[in-house]
């Protein structure tokens, strides 16, 4: 495994996690989040990686209207960045420990198929949308990704011309990953981001990231990140390993202990901590061409 000298930086941007109330930095609106995607990418991101929020609670949402303004307002700008939208909105299950079945999902579940999660990618085709590559006990609930689902998820995002992104929690969701590769559901090149620390996934721990980097298949383009304080020291990890990074407040709020950050920052931290190791920040242009996205 030899060291990546071109690097490609993702952001992500707002997520869909309860951090709105916990930095005044995170993004809501669409304004806010397409005002955020273009700092990022002045400050070095090659791609922004999306979610979008309702603008009045701030709680994660899967309207299309709100997506298709959000990229509206960041293609206006004439901003040069690649367009990756989440597609893993939907697999949200919530039960009772005690008697699942007989309450049923309880408040906070978001569950429907895998074609449900795509009416914002089929309507605005961007660069890269997300597949949540199996189900995981994420946190103190469930999310849902059946291998069913996964198929007919993928085969429609072949059909529309997406390159989809294969988001990998444990090795088992990679292993699944490349049987949807054998099974012709998945183009090459293959495009992996290896999401580590995530309660209760892969632990972000460096022995684990090189087993899973191991597991990928031959010629695949790959990325990781993780969660808190590890997200900068993972950035130099994805590197050393051959990979591309992730930053962003989707995954961590801190610049360092007591400063919130945003997500200029953190990309600009990504782009020093990249720099600083010998290697060289990749341009939007240089990732769609190795990313094999449409011109």
Known sequence: MTMNDSVIITCALTGAGDTTRRSPHVPVSPEQIAQSAVEAADAGAAIVHIHVRDPETGAPSRDPKLYAETVDRIKQTGTDVVINLTAGM???LVLDADEPLEKGALP???LVGGLARLPHVEDLLPDICTLDCGSLNF?????????EMLRKGARRIQELGVRPELEI???GQLWFAKQLYAEGLLDDPSVFQLCMGIPWGAPAEPE????????LPEGAQWASFALGRMQMPWVAQSILLGGNVRVGLED?????RGVK???AQLTERAVTVTEAIGASVATPAEARERLGLRR
């Open 208 to 215: 684990v990231l090189q087993s899973m980097v191991n597991m």
């Open 261 to 263: 950050a945003t997500n």
């Open 252 to 256: 961590n709020l801190y610049l360092k």
């Open 169 to 171: 929690f444990d090795t």
């Open 90 to 92: 939907g697999g949200d």
């Open 139 to 147: 946190g103190d609930n469930l999310y849902i990704s059946t291998p």
């Open 108 to 110: 906070g579940t978001d």
